[in-house]
Nanobody
Framework: QVQLQESGGGLVQAGGSLRLSCAASGSILSIDDMGWYRQAPGKQRELVATVTSGGSTNYADSVKGRFTISRDNGKNTVYLQMNSLEPEDTAVYYC???????????????WGQGTQVTVSS
């Protein structure tokens, strides 16, 4: 089995910062892309940022210049540094990873349980 454990969410005032972490554990041979998604009340889950195993990144337009995604391959961990937070960033943030469990095995997508980020105005 594979588990993704997020941490770092909370309540912050507009303009503040938070750092999310997500550690993957379990039966893992290799991890491909890792990323963060978010879902606000009444809205669909949306991409926030992704990072490849080689370190290439991709961001949603709404967070470019404010959020930074990074990963530590040795620790199977992905981070999301969130600066200049806005009330519109309020959502449950989910970690995602493409994991290969066996040699020549298929990469499957795994999700964390989510962590709440609330930004007050």
């Amino acid at each position: 089995q594979v588990q993704l454990q997020e941490s770092g969410g909370g309540l912050v005032q507009a303009g503040g910062s938070l750092r999310l972490s997500c550690a993957a554990s379990g039966s893992i041979l290799s991890i491909d892309d890792m990323g963060w998604y978010r879902q606000a009340p009444g809205k669909q889950r949306e991409l926030v940022a992704t990072v490849t195993s080689g370190g290439s990144t991709n961001y949603a337009d709404s967070v470019k210049g404010r959020f930074t995604i990074s990963r530590d391959n040795g620790k199977n961990t992905v981070y999301l540094q969130m600066n200049s937070l806005e009330p519109e960033d309020t959502a449950v943030y989910y970690c995602n990873a493409g994991v290969q469990r066996y040699y020549r095995g298929t990469y499957y997508q795994y999700w964390g349980q989510g962590t709440q980020v609330t930004v007050s105005s």
